[in-house]
Each structure stands twice: as C-alpha cells, then as structure tokens.
C-alpha cells in the first residue's frame, strides 16, 4: 500500500468539513474526488499532502505514519503536490522553476537541469524552457505547476483542479497529460469537480458532499448510486433534460 488515509476528519470550529475519509492507494492507482465548491475535497487533499493536519485520523505513507509531518517531510518521503493556484516563481524561466522541484534528490545542478528538461519535454513545456514563467497562459501555468511537483522524483502525485480554468480543447490535451504520468507508473489523486474528467481517469472515486464521503466506488458505481445522482449529478441531469427538451421539436 503506498498511500492510506483512516478516519481522517477535518474540523474548523464547529463546522466537520472532512467526515472520517479513509481510502488506500497501491502503486499506479489514480483516485478521483469530486463534489461541488465547499464539499471538502481540497481540505481532505491538503490533509494527505500535510498543507493541513487532520483534527483526528491517520495519513500512512509508504508504510509510515505521516499525519502530522509537514509537506517537506512528506516530499522528502515520495508525495508531490500541485496547487489550484498556481505557485510559480514569476521572474524565474520556466526551466529554473522545474529545478527547484528537482534539488530536492540532488545538490548537482547539471543533475538537476537534465532533470528538469526530461520533464519539461513530457509535458510539453521544452519549447519554452527558457521563457520567464509570469509569461505562460493559464495552460502553460498548469503544466509548468505539475512539471515542478514531478521533478521531485515522487512515488505519488496530488493534483487539486489542474484542470480548471482550462477551455474543453485545453482539458483534453491535459487529460491525455494525466494518463501519459500514470503510464510511467505514477499513483495519482486527483481532484475535480468536472466529472467527466475523473470518470475518464480514475479507477475509484469519492464523492464529496457538504463535508461527508457520500460514495466511494468505481466511476461506473458512484455515478450508479442514487446518493451522487440526487447531491451532485441530479442538477446536471436535471439541468441538461431541461435543455434537452427545451430543445426538442417534437
Ligand atoms: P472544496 O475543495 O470541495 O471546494 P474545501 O475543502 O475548500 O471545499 O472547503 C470545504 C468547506 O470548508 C467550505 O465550507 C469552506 O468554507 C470550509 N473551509 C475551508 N477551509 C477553511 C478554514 N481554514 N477555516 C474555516 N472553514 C474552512
Ligand atoms: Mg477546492
């Protein structure tokens, strides 16, 4: 098992926003989490990467416990993370920021920056390896956030909405990212709240509502379980039959 969470719970106050979550990962699983804005899933993700410490509950890594380390200690153990926004250093190039993610195996600069170009080329970011990173669009920033977290070499990659922000076209080229990470044999854990985008990765899912797990399953049985179609895909639907009839020139 590379990743576990037990029982994780998040309180603010008096509010649960993460409800006794657990979950296990092995070696080149991808977990999606999906919910609508407020449900939990960013608070559940930042209690795995360490951003936020569970109230109660574990985050077992590689075998160790981990739940109260920091990101850094997490990091030197084998997760990566990337932010929903963001967190480029502007003024450097694009190929500095991936060095960053890749001293932390390697003290070696020339290491590093062979590093780095591996990555940037699987991203797609060689072309602009030298260009300053404040320069980049909304994809290029997404890509170049994901470049950095791999160069840390981790057995586990977090994404938290990589893909928002991006149109349906920028999506699809970033899905097919996705899957060409996991094919190098990658764990991931991703959240979205588009679910199309965790239907067409994931091999189990959570479903995230107002704080609790209210489904966790394959795509195929969370999108079957009348919980999820009534909390999160009950809108949609009802939402696109409305469309759809509107439309219909019977
Ligand atoms: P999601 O990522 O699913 O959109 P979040 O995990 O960001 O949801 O937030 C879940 C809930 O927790 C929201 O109601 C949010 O307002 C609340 N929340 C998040 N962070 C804090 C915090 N630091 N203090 C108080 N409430 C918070
Ligand atoms: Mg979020």
Do not use: W
Request: proline share 4%; hydrophobic share 45%; aromatic share 4%.
């Amino acid at each position: 098992m590379l990743l576990e969470a037990i029982n994780v719970t998040k309180t603010f106050g008096a509010l649960t926003v993460v409800n006794a979550v657990s979950v296990s990962l092995n070696k080149g699983d991808i977990l999606g989490l999906i919910g609508p804005n407020g449900a939990g899933k960013s608070t559940f993700f930042n209690c795995l990467t360490g951003d936020l410490l569970p109230t109660s509950g574990q985050v077992i890594l590689n075998g160790e416990d981990v739940s109260v380390m920091t990101p850094e200690e997490r990091a030197v153990r084998g997760l990566a993370r990337s932010f929903q926004v963001p967190q480029t250093f502007e003024t450097m190039s694009v190929l500095e920021n991936v060095m960053i993610g890749a001293f932390l195996r390697t003290s070696d600069t020339a290491k590093a920056r062979r590093r780095a170009y591996e990555i940037l080329d699987l991203v797609g970011l060689v072309d602009v390896s030298s260009a300053v990173a404040g320069s980049l669009g909304t994809p290029g920033r997404k890509r170049l956030e994901i470049a950095r977290a791999l160069a840390t070499d981790p057995d586990i990659l977090l994404l938290d909405e990589a893909m928002a922000g991006l149109t349906a076209t920028e999506v699809r080229h970033a899905i097919e990212l996705v899957r060409k990470i996991h094919q190098t044999g990658m764990t991931l854990v991703i959240v979205e709240h588009i679910m199309e985008v965790i239907i067409s990765l994931a091999q189990q899912v959570i479903v995230f509502h107002q704080g609790h797990q209210i489904a966790h399953g394959t795509p195929q049985e969370v999108t079957r379980d009348p919980a999820v179609v009534s909390a999160y895909l009950g809108k949609r639907a009802a939402a696109n039959a409305a469309r759809g009839f509107a439309g219909d020139p019977a």
